[in-house]
């Protein structure tokens, strides 16, 4: 059986990062930071706002911003022509 993961990158998801920064209730005046990491399809990331949604209904820190990066791993390969042969003997 394959990997779902794999599967999910062949389907056109690609490896996404979110960097949230959040204020918590005890610690307003402390900006902190939460790094997550998932499969998801760019440029809607339904995974990324699946997580932020219920990141506001169950968790009492409030959302300052959150920082998205987002690669797919695998894609068509690169190739460019090259002008001239070089022999080694």
Same mark, same amino acid.
């Given at each position: 059986m394959s990997d779902p993961e794999f599967i999910a990158q062949l389907e056109g998801?690609? &490896?996404t990062t979110a960097e949230v920064h959040f204020y918590?209730?005890?610690a307003p005046s402390l900006l902190q930071l939460f790094v997550w990491q998932a499969y998801d399809l760019a440029p809607n990331f339904p995974v990324l706002f699946e997580f932020l949604d219920h990141w506001r209904r169950e968790i009492e820190a409030v &959302?300052? !911003?959150v920082r998205i990066a987002h690669e797919r791993l695998i894609r068509p390969?690169?190739?460019r022509p090259i002008d001239g042969?070089? !022999?080694i003997q």
């Open positions: 998801y690609g &490896l918590r209730p005890d &959302l300052h !911003s390969a690169e190739w042969v070089i !022999s």
